[in-house]
Nanobody, 120 residues
């Protein structure tokens, strides 16, 4: 059982920045992704960003491309979500997702979620 501990959410004004952290209790395989999803009230959970743990290849949704990055610290089994130029529409609960890969699957692990609120 993989444990994921998220931190870093909060309230920020539009245009501000936040950094989320997701620490995993174990390292995933080099071809597996770790990433972030979010769910706003009344909406489905959606993909935000991911990183292939070994290669460092990153993927972003169109809505956050150019504003968010997903760095990782392999030594700490941790991925981050650096969120810049935040907009009110970024308000959501953000979830970390851990896969044993090589793609997302039903056996993936999820973090507990952290609230991000962006005020206008």
């Amino acid at each position: 059982q993989v444990q994921l501990v998220e931190s870093g959410g909060g309230l920020v004004q539009a245009g501000g920045s936040l950094r989320l952290s997701c620490a995993a209790s174990e390292r995933t395989s080099s071809s597996a992704p770790m990433g972030w999803f979010r769910q706003a009230p009344g909406k489905e959970r959606e993909f935000v960003a991911s990183i292939k743990y070994g290669s460092g290849i990153t993927y972003y949704s169109n809505s956050v491309k150019g504003r968010f990055t997903i760095p990782r610290d392999n030594a700490k089994n941790t991925v981050y979500l650096q969120m810049n130029s935040l907009k009110p529409e970024d308000t959501a609960v953000y979830y970390c997702r851990f896969s044993r890969g090589p793609t997302w699957g039903p056996s993936d692990y999820w973090g507990q979620g952290t609230q991000v609120t962006v005020s206008a």
